[in-house]
């Protein structure tokens, strides 16, 4: 909350950081000065009013808190009144029992409804101090004086500040009074009040100052903006999340709230222009959110007759709880001060809560407040997808569970999940209910609740929330155990511990920390945030798989990509236990794939592109085109390639792991399957002693085939042939590997016999591989004839040109015809394969490989890629990384921006892009670092950019916890004491065995 030896213009200051302290008590007379005692005169201290403007701008509460009877009166006289939230004073407290200090303090955290140890006392006498210190506020701070101006025997000036260790009384040059002031209880003591600032959290502040990197803060309502906003503020634990919508907001305009349940999903069927289209998608859940009230019968909170005055949200990235303040004013002129909180518990993955404190700023009178869950909620989130049938939910019964308690049930009109939302609601003791009352519609239950606002005074209601499906464990109905869940939860305060203890636990197994100034390590712990809010250790026990938006929207329907491919590396070396229950997503799927297999004529497993609930192909088959205004062919099924991603997933657990078992649980049979498909799809070219591949398209998507037969796919994608020979490759080391351990009954159940395996070594060292005339790995075949596009014309004529498929279809062109791509294809080959193991691969082949061609390759390629994918740039600044690493950087700092600095006309509103966030975290911890595990040899080659002094990060390696802290001179590897057995570590050409509780510095040279 303060950091007295921070260096600024007039000397050390006391620094109020927001994320630490909700409110501000300032006692006695620390604010005002009275020149006329008892006749009403009086003028604020200096920077008194720009001080409670700060607070007031940073979200933090203020109050007063005097014995004087009169103190009303002296705040109007220095014009305060209007900038101090909560006024408790001598009038409140007559005949309260203990001191006055005590009595006023206590009245004035009861009316701003905030626990004392997220508050802060500021005052000038020992007796205030140390009352405060007794209520248990969460810092104290002594004023020697409101005026800043000391005496001739004081050594502070107006901006000084002193803490406790170093002052040790006035002969030793501190001032009269202070060492009095830290006796009675203060933590630091400053000159005045020009010394405190308030920290502003905002990672986009100016200047030399280094921003809160756990604070991302909205200011102001933009109804442009708020899509975007409510995703960046979206709170979750890898069981469900929701938006960051406003409570008393509805579906429409610029809000839309959402809740996403990990692996729900629904099928409708829908007639589209006379297509009949069938579609699943992730379920966007009841509303557990409503929450609004009014005044005096007036209209409801959030209707066009209220106005914002001001509003402010922030996200504490730390703890994933999102803090709204805001300013509102009904159509009679009252100004309600409106505070809240908002979690869904790490700590319990099926409860959430909302905190709401309302103040009366210049009105008394009763206000009702109504809280609510809502099953009137469709899948509308995405504008293409609305003329798609959208309505997944029927309400199956509303009903009350307690006095304080209801519950909804819904269930999915197709497969059959029912989800149970129950609601608890609670005026905080201390706040009387007049009245409360249940109203029951078919889609909907709400309580109403009447309570009595004084001006000036706070009322806080909290309001947690169970969640239970018919897909949970351990369970006989899922809306008893949603009801029992709400109603014996703690108070919000009470979960929020537990929530942040959580949180806790995840950030200690997942550090990382970047020695950079800006805003780059405040997006990159948001992207850790919303990576852990979407796949977390409560998603282990769900069968769920890494949707490509997280569950924050419906873009994709929620669909499960390849985009796990970016994702995996994070969890294989921070929580592998989780990459191993995401694999077996896969894995219960695997009868589906083998049956798409069979359909195509195929042996093995052939994965769909895009997965959800069942593992059947969910890929459309048409495309809206909204510049033509025509539907298109989608042919990107074809990219089959997304097995290749599974085996490559399944072998790299392995090496980080060492986890044996796994591949004899699963792990062998997914990569057997997997490369049968491929060595049954191989054909025999005898004109050139190959086996090519057809018919597929490569990660590219812009091309579906040749320019006259559009849709047909490929003919040997490089990509595609390429990790078709690593996973025949791989697969069979396995094979060889668990021969001996355990994997016959596997072989023997699959019926691997040894002729299969000996055709896996012909296809793996025969495969066509296409080259173009300068010696480049080409796409594809006929990759080197097709045209060049004038891209300078495309990006005058459109600007942004990420999807060329759709400018040109609309131009009544094909992307077939040129040498382009939407993101990374080639090159993804050097984001998956160290030079050295690509060089393997082409030298089974018995194609010549010199690693001095990638610069040049990388080039090439970069130079006609549209970048329509968000994945492309965390690729492209990977292959980057070797050889231009400035230029890498900025690739890095442009991905790091996708979400956040997504503007109108972005996606990002539609859900977060969670590879693309999970990349770049990744880029920090394997690409710079250059991490591998292989042959049971953990190896690093540091080359932190230059903009990069410094990473530190922590990993599990084989059962070691390993802290690694890079610079641009040495690394150090420590590992945690453990009794797992040591490990092989190298870094460049030094290698050495850890154990537990070693560490170990090694130099190098910043190359």
């Not at 109050?63 to 939230?85: I, M, P």
Request: proline content about 5%; some cysteine; hydrophobic content about 40%.
């Amino acid at each position: 909350m303060s950091d007295p030896g921070r260096p600024s213009s007039g000397g050390p200051r006391c620094v109020v950081d927001p994320a630490d302290v909700d409110a501000v008590v300032f006692a006695g007379d620390v604010l005002v000065t009275a020149d006329g005692a008892g006749d009403g005169r009086a003028v604020a201290a200096p920077s008194a009013i720009d001080l409670l403007r700060s607070l007031r701008g940073a979200g933090v509460r203020t109050a007063t808190a005097t014995a004087r009877r009169d103190a009303a009166s002296l705040l109007a006289a220095a014009g305060l009144d209007e900038l101090v939230v909560v006024q408790a004073d001598g009038v409140d407290v007559e005949g309260a029992p203990g001191t006055p200090e005590d009595a006023v303090l206590g009245e004035a955290l009861a009316r701003l409804a905030v626990p004392p140890a997220r508050a802060l006392l500021v005052g000038r006498r020992p007796a205030e101090l140390a009352a405060a210190r007794s209520a248990g506020f969460g810092r104290v701070l002594g004023v020697l004086s409101p005026s800043g101006l000391l005496g001739p025997s004081g050594a502070l000036g107006p901006s000084g500040a002193l803490g406790p260790s170093g002052l040790l009384g006035p002969a030793d040059g501190a001032p009269d009074g202070a060492a009095e002031l830290l006796e009675g209880g203060a933590d630091e003591v400053v000159a005045g009040l020009a010394a405190i600032e308030v920290a502003d959290p905002s990672p986009w502040a100016g200047g030399d100052h280094r921003p809160d990197p756990w604070s991302l803060v909205f200011e102001g309502f933009d109804p442009a903006d708020e899509a975007r906003r409510e995703v960046l503020c979206a709170s979750g634990n890898g069981y469900l999340a929701t938006r960051g919508a406003a409570p008393e907001s509805t579906a429409g305009g610029a809000h839309y709230p959402g809740t996403y349940l990990a692996g729900v999903y629904n099928r409708l069927v829908s007639d589209v222009h006379g297509r009949v289209l069938e579609h699943e998608e992730l379920v966007n859940g009841p509303n557990w959110l409503p929450f609004t009230f009014r005044a005096g019968g007036g209209p409801w909170f959030g209707t066009e007759s209220w106005q914002m005055v001001e509003q402010r949200q922030r996200i504490d990235i730390r703890y994933g709880v999102l803090h709204r303040r805001a300013r509102v004013r009904d159509g009679e002129g009252r100004v309600t001060l409106v505070t809240q909180r908002r979690l869904v518990s790490m700590d319990d993955p099926h409860l959430a809560a909302l905190e709401t404190v309302l103040v009366a700023e210049n009105w008394s009178g009763e206000v009702e407040v109504r809280t609510g869950i809502d099953g009137d909620v469709t899948n509308s989130g995405v504008e293409s997808y609305r003329q798609l049938a959208g309505r997944h939910l029927s309400v199956h019964h509303t009903d009350v569970a307690g006095p304080e308690t209801v519950v909804l049930v819904a269930e999915t009109v197709q497969s059959g999940v029912r989800i149970a939302v129950a609601e608890r609601v609670r005026a905080l003791p201390g706040t009387a209910v007049a009245g409360r009352a249940v109203e029951q519609a078919p889609d909907r239950v709400d309580q109403h609740l009447t309570l009595h606002l004084r001006r000036g005074r706070a009322v806080r209601v909290e309001k947690v929330v169970g969640v239970y499906t018919s897909r949970d464990r351990a369970i006989s109905e899922c809306s008893l155990a949603a009801a029992a869940a709400a109603s014996r939860a703690g108070t919000f305060d009470q979960l929020a511990a537990g929530h942040r203890a959580a949180w806790e636990r995840l950030w200690a197994r997942s550090a990382l920390w970047v020695d950079v100034d800006g805003r780059t390590p405040t997006v990159v712990n948001l992207h850790r945030l919303h990576l852990l809010q979407s796949v977390s250790p409560h998603t282990a026990h769900l069968d769920a798989g890494v949707t490509a938006r997280g569950l924050h929207g419906e873009a994709y329907r929620g669909h499960v990509f390849w985009d796990e491919l970016f994702v995996f590396p994070l969890f294989t070396f921070r929580l592998p236990e989780l990459t191993r229950s995401l694999l077996q997503y896969r894995y219960r799927r695997l009868g589906e794939a083998r049956r798409l297999a069979r359909e195509a004529g195929h042996r093995g497993a052939m994965f769909p592109w895009q997965s959800a609930m069942t593992g059947r192909e969910e890929t459309p088959t048409q495309l809206f085109n909204p510049r033509s205004g025509r539907w298109i062919p989608d042919h990107s099924h074809r990219q089959r390639h997304v097995g290749l991603a599974i085996a490559y997933n399944t072998w790299s657990y392995y090496q980080a792991t060492g986890d044996v078992e796994s591949l004899v649980h699963f792990g062998a049979e997914l990569m057997i399957e997997i490369a049968r498909f491929w060595a049954s799809v191989a054909t025999w070219d005898p004109s050139r002693h190959r086996y090519d591949i057809r018919g597929v398209m490569g990660p590219d998507e812009f091309h579906d085939g040749p320019a006259g037969d559009p849709g047909a796919g490929l003919v040997n994608n490089a990509y595609t042939n390429v990790m078709a020979a690593w996973a025949l490759w791989r697969t069979r080391q396995v094979v060889d590997m668990l021969a001996g351990r355990g994997g016959g009954r596997v072989f023997e159940r699959l019926d691997l016999r040894p002729e299969e395996l000996a055709h896996w070594e012909h296809v793996g060292t025969r495969l066509s591989v296409p080259f173009d005339r300068e010696g480049r790995i080409a796409q594809f075949e006929g990759y080197d004839a097709l045209l060049e596009l004038d891209w300078d014309a495309y990006r005058d004529r459109y600007g942004d040109i990420g999807r060329l498929d759709l400018i040109l279809e609309a131009e009544g062109d094909t992307p077939n015809r040129y040498k382009l791509a939407k993101q990374a294809d080639v090159l993804m080959l050097f984001f998956m394969l160290t030079a050295e193991e690509l060089g393997a691969v082409l030298d089974r082949l018995g194609y010549p490989f010199d690693p001095a061609t990638i610069p040049e390759t990388v080039r090439y390629y970069l130079d006609r890629t549209s970048n329509g994918s968000t994945l492309s740039r965390v690729a492209h600044a990977w292959v980057l990384a070797r050889s231009d690493r400035r230029a890498a950087w900025q690739v890095l700092l442009d991905a790091l921006g996708a979400d956040v600095d997504d503007g109108p006309g972005g996606t990002t509103g539609e859900g977060v892009h969670l590879g693309a966030m999970a990349g770049t975290v990744d880029l920090l911890q394997r690409c710079f670092v250059d991490l591998d595990a292989r042959d049971d040899v953990l190896h690093l080659n540091p080359r932190l950019p230059d903009e990069l002094p410094r990473l530190r990060c922590s990993l599990d390696y084989r059962g070691h916890r390993l802290e690694l802290d890079v610079t641009h001179g040495a690394v150090v590897v420590r590992a945690r004491p453990g009794t797992a057995a040591p490990v092989r570590v190298a870094v460049r050409d030094h290698a050495f065995d850890l154990a537990g509780g070693d560490v170990r510095r090694v130099r190098i040279d910043h190359a």
